[in-house]
Each structure stands twice: as structure tokens, then as C-alpha cells.
T-cell receptor
Framework: GNSVTQMEGPVTLSEEAFLTINCTYTATGYPSLFWYVQYPGEGLQLLLKATKADDKGSNKGFEATYRKETTSFHLEKGSVQVSDSAVYFC?????????????FGKGITLSVRP | GAVVSQHPSRVICKSGTSVKIECRSLDFQATTMFWYRQFPKKSLMLMATSNEGSKATYEQGVEKDKFLINHASLTLSTLTVTSAHPEDSSFYICSGRRQGTDTQYFGPGTRLTVL
């Protein structure tokens, strides 16, 4: 079956530090890959996505590249801000259209200190 | 755009009672809605998928008679936890998706505590 593995957290960084959050997956076929973010008190929001190998998703300074050879989709940001403090979820969808469903990783809490 | 709300945000009930949670898409038509359950320090677990006007499709291991899902309109889905027990205490999250797209928009979740 499908699965998503995220690195263990929580992660605490100082403002302007470099961020990497690891994500690897197991799936049949060619999944689409997603990063969702959940800010305190809010619902999950789509941060970025990539639909095929070597695609790079980017948004708000965050980037992740779909690496088929290593089955990974690591999230990076060059300089984090306090406002990036949130829970980050990696997810995959192994189908498109009406039958698509998401499989999530456990999520990781990021805290950024001023 | 693409805002999903849930009501209530938290609820406490006695064991044996039923609780209804509403999920609304406020500014789009959600032809498909999903219900998830989240345990502490664990990933979101998909419970069921519902398409407007159709019966929900439940994931393996989820009791359909216990977790009743109704998706009567393009903007509203409800989850009713029947005869709730303490082990049903959890964080329940819904999401909606427009027809023809693969992006889900999530609600803020409902914290259910069964005493």
C-alpha cells in the first residue's frame, strides 16, 4: 500500500536559518506529491505540489523537488521566519480525478525563534 | 477563496450519546468531501469519501453504522458519531474538493471528547 514517512520532530530553528524537512514515500504507479501546512488554529493549507518526476514545487520561499530515484520530496527553505511556525504534512495521491485520495505523513512541528 | 468551515470546533459529550459535526464549503461547490481522523502525533487517517447525493465510501476498518456521513448538498456534509464511546475521542477533520480537480481544501477540525 501507499505510505509517507516524515522525519521525526519537533524542529526548532532560529529566524533566518535554513530548513530541510525530509519526506520519503512508497507508492504504486506515479503519485502526485504534496506539502500541506497547518498554522495554529487553522485548517491544513496546500503549500506546494509536484505531479511528476523532477518537478519542483515552490511557494512562499519553500521548495520541494520530486525525486523518483530516491522516492523523496524533501521540503526546503533558505531563511525561515517566525511566521513559518506551523505543522507540516507531506502527502501523496496515487490517482487523479474523482478517485484521488491523499495519504499523509505524521506531520512535523516547526517552531522558529526570533 | 476555497474556505471550509467546521462546526462545532470542539464538543464534549457523554458516553452513549450521538454527536453531529458539520462541514461546509463557504465559497465553492464541493462535489466530493472527505472525513479524516487525527490521533495525537499521528497522521491524518482517511475515514470516508462522500460525493454529493451518493452514499459515502468508507475506508477499511471504519464502521459505517457508527460514523454516519451525509452529503446532501454541494456545500454541506455531516458526520454523526453514533453511540459515542471514549475511544471515539479524537480530532475530526473534513475537506472538500471541486469537481475535476485534485486539490482538497481543509476545515479547521473538530475536537471530540467523549466522557
Amino acid at each position: 500500500g501507499n505510505s509517507v514517512t516524515q522525519m521525526e520532530g519537533p524542529v526548532t530553528l532560529s529566524e533566518e536559518a535554513f530548513l530541510t524537512i525530509n519526506c520519503t514515500y512508497t507508492a504504486t504507479g506515479y503519485p502526485s506529491l504534496f506539502w500541506y501546512v497547518q498554522y495554529p488554529g487553522e485548517g491544513l493549507q496546500l503549500l506546494l505540489k509536484a505531479t511528476k518526476a523532477d518537478d519542483k514545487g515552490s511557494n512562499k520561499g519553500f521548495e520541494a523537488t520530486y525525486r523518483k530515484e530516491t522516492t523523496s520530496f524533501h521540503l526546503e527553505k533558505g531563511s525561515v521566519q517566525v511566521s513559518d511556525s506551523a505543522v507540516y504534512f507531506c502527502a501523496l495521491s496515487d490517482q487523479t480525478g474523482a478517485n484521488s485520495k491523499l495519504t499523509f505523513g505524521k506531520g512535523i512541528t516547526l517552531s522558529v525563534r526570533p | 477563496g476555497a474556505v471550509v468551515s467546521q462546526h462545532p470546533s470542539r464538543v464534549i459529550c457523554k458516553s452513549g450519546t450521538s454527536v453531529k459535526i458539520e462541514c461546509r464549503s463557504l465559497d465553492f461547490q464541493a462535489t466530493t468531501m472527505f472525513w479524516y481522523r487525527q490521533f495525537p502525533k499521528k497522521s491524518l487517517m482517511l475515514m470516508a469519501t462522500s460525493n454529493e447525493g451518493s452514499k459515502a465510501t468508507y475506508e477499511q476498518g471504519v464502521e459505517k453504522d457508527k460514523f454516519l456521513i451525509n452529503h446532501a448538498s454541494l456545500t454541506l456534509s455531516t458526520l454523526t458519531v453514533t453511540s459515542a464511546h471514549p475511544e471515539d475521542s479524537s480530532f475530526y477533520i473534513c475537506s472538500g474538493r471541486r469537481q475535476g480537480t485534485d486539490t482538497q481544501y481543509f476545515g479547521p477540525g473538530t475536537r471530540l471528547t467523549v466522557l
